[in-house]
């Protein structure tokens, strides 16, 4: 079975500032991971994908997630918050191959607020 | 572009009504899936389908069932409507065990 925490289901960021959202994820065959965002009243949009090539990924509007095997972990980070990045975000993971179909298993999201 | 349309934004439906939510992708996708979402709880899988008339269950299935009878349509029942099945409801579609998951804008359901 797979799993994903977050951890802070809130955080709380000065606009320039550095944003770090963390994800922990257990999966008993070698998984994909992902980050998901979520703008208010909307669906949810990819920001990134990690599916075993290289282990630091670059996503849409400036974010990047480091895969670290030996963590579990699959953290997002941003140099510099931008007021458009205030959004709630999610972790999920797949497994990789077989017969998963591509169903992802989310966390229970961080929600970004930057402030002016 | 990729669109993944949910027939409603906002539904209010009484306990025990019999409720329809539907879901319609135009990307020939194979799979397409069913969460719900809560606050401090994420998304959770309902159920999903990987072909025409093919369907699983996922991790919350009891309360739910799933018709998919053409493969861009993809709809989930709620046979006799509770309180506790008050929340966001989001479909998702995807490629074949690709990963990437494109959603509709979700369907806040309310069962008064």
């Known amino acids: 079975a797979q799993s994903v925490t977050q951890l802070g289901s809130h955080v709380s960021v000065s606009e320039g500032a550095l944003v770090l959202l963390r994800c922990n994820y257990s999966?008993?065959?070698?998984?994909?991971l992902f980050w998901y965002v979520q703008y208010p009243n909307q669906g949810l949009q990819l920001l990134l994908k990690y599916t075993s090539a290289a282990t630091l990924v670059k996503g849409i509007n400036g974010f990047e997630a480091e895969f670290k095997k030996s963590e579990t972990s699959f953290h997002l980070t941003k140099p510099s918050a931008h007021m458009s990045d205030a959004a709630e975000y999610f972790c999920a993971v797949s497994e990789a191959g077989g017969t998963s179909y591509g169903k992802l298993t989310f966390g229970q999201g961080t929600i970004l607020t930057v402030h002016p | 572009d990729v669109k993944v349309t949910q027939s409603s934004r906002y539904l209010v439906k009484r306990t025990g009504e019999k409720v329809f939510l539907e879901c319609v992708q135009d990307?020939?996708?194979?799979?397409m899936f069913w969460y719900r979402q809560d606050p401090g709880l994420g998304l959770r899988l309902i159920y999903f389908s990987y072909d025409v008339k093919m369907k699983e269950k996922g991790d919350i299935p009891e309360g739910y069932s799933v018709s998919r009878e053409k493969k861009e349509r993809f709809s989930l029942i709620l046979e006799s409507a509770s309180t506790n099945q008050t929340s966001m409801y989001l479909c998702?579609?995807?490629?074949?065990?690709?990963?990437?998951?494109?959603f509709g804008s979700g369907t806040q359901l309310s069962v008064l």
């Open positions: 998702a579609s995807s490629y074949a065990d690709h990963g990437k998951l494109f």
């Open positions: 999966s008993s065959v070698p998984p994909y």
């Open positions: 990307m020939d996708h194979e799979n």
